[in-house]
Structure formats: structure tokens, C-alpha cells
T-cell receptor, first 117, second 114 residues
């Protein structure tokens, strides 16, 4: 069974600062994907960024980037130039993809990120 | 517009009264799944389906049923709801064959069982 751990229940930074959210996971699988999802107060789940385990290069999407350390099973999210609209719950998620199929996303418990004006 | 829809968005019901939450996607995704979200627990998978007529249990399947008779629809059935099933429910879908696995979520259904 997979587990995903987010050790920071809540973080608060000033607007325009850079913030890093941590995530570690535990798995015996070799084929998997990792994701960060954002959940604003509207409760909608929004995909922020995706990382394939077989890719060494860290994924980047505009102000969002990850630091993927496969050996350490670490998958942190960095948000640069943070904006008020980044205030949300952030969930780290894992999916194993053995044999071309998939079971389901395993989520961490989330980090509540607050961007202060 | 590509989307996952859920109905109803809000539901208050009483213990034991059967209910169904519908989920539909228009992206021709093979994979569909149901999650529940509870404070402090994150999201947990209830059931998932790899394709039509193929369903499997997730981490918290007790008290729920699903069916996948058509590719686009994946309803969640609570035969005899209980107060501990009060939660926020999400349906999600994704491609499997194309190897992206990123799941698109519906807007959520807030269920209260009294």
C-alpha cells in the first residue's frame, strides 16, 4: 500500500514570496505518477502539476515547480512570486501505474497555504 | 466544454433512505473514480472503474455501491445511508490508455445524513 505524507498542516507567507510545500511518499512500485492538486475555497480540485517517476527532469508550470527526489521519495512543490489567489489547500497525490492500468490516487492530508497581502 | 458533472451538488437526507449521486464525463475517459473528503483526512478513494462493467474497491468501500454500464456515467449509490457517510464527495475521471493518469474532478457533492 502507498502512503503520502504532508508534514505541514498550514503555512503562511507574504505575497510575492517563494514558498515550498513538502511531500514524501512510500511505495514499492517502480512505475508511478505524482501530482499536486489545489483546492481553493470553492472546493474545486484543480491540477497544478504532474511528474512522471521515470523522468529525471523536474516538472515546471509557470510559477509552480517541483523538486522530485526519487531515491528519497520526496516531491516538494515550489511556488514562486506567490499571489493572493494561491491561497488554498494543496494536496500531494500518488498513483501507481503497473501493467498499463491504475488503481487510484492516494492523497496526503493537505497543506493549507495562506498568502498574506 | 470538457467536464465532469455531478448531481446533486448538495443533499440533506435521513438515515436509511437510499440515494444516488450521479457522475458523468464527456471526455471519453476509460477510468472513473469516487472519493470522499473529510476534515483532517484528505481524500480517500471509495470505488473506481477501469472501463465499462469493470469496477473495484478503493480504500473505503463499505456502505457504497457503484455501477458502470456506460463509459460516460459512474453513479454512486448509498443503499442505507448513515451519519458517518456525511462528507464531501468527488467524482473523477482520466485516460489510462494515453498514459497521462491525471484525474479531472467534478465540482463535488456535499452530503449530510441526519
Amino acid at each position: 500500500a502507498q502512503t503520502v505524507t504532508q508534514s505541514q498542516p498550514e503555512m503562511s507567507v507574504q505575497e510575492a514570496e517563494t514558498v515550498t510545500l513538502s511531500c514524501t511518499y512510500d511505495t514499492s512500485e517502480s512505475n508511478y505518477y505524482l501530482f499536486w492538486y489545489k483546492q481553493p475555497p470553492s472546493r474545486q480540485m484543480i491540477l497544478v502539476i504532474r511528474q512522471e517517476a521515470y523522468k529525471q527532469q523536474n516538472a515546471t508550470e509557470n510559477r509552480f515547480s517541483v523538486n522530485f527526489q526519487k531515491a528519497a521519495k520526496s516531491f516538494s512543490l515550489k511556488i514562486s512570486d506567490s499571489q493572493l489567489g494561491d491561497t488554498a489547500m494543496y494536496f500531494c497525490a500518488f498513483i501507481a501505474t503497473a501493467g498499463g492500468g491504475a488503481d487510484g490516487l492516494t492523497f496526503g492530508k493537505g497543506t493549507h497555504l495562506i498568502i498574506q497581502p | 466544454e470538457a467536464q465532469v458533472t455531478q448531481n446533486p451538488r448538495y443533499l440533506i437526507t435521513v438515515t436509511g433512505k437510499k440515494l444516488t449521486v450521479t457522475c458523468s464525463q464527456n471526455m471519453n475517459h476509460e477510468y472513473m473514480s469516487w472519493y470522499r473528503q473529510d476534515p483532517g483526512l484528505g481524500l480517500r478513494q471509495i470505488y473506481y472503474s477501469m472501463n465499462v462493467e469493470v469496477t473495484d474497491k478503493g480504500d473505503v468501500p463499505e456502505g457504497y455501491k457503484v455501477s458502470r454500464k456506460e463509459k460516460r456515467n459512474f453513479p454512486l449509490i448509498l443503499e442505507s445511508p448513515s451519519p458517518n457517510q456525511t462528507s464531501l464527495y468527488f467524482c473523477a475521471s482520466s485516460f489510462i490508455q494515453k498514459g497521462t493518469y491525471e484525474q479531472y474532478f467534478g465540482p463535488g457533492t456535499r452530503l449530510t445524513v441526519t
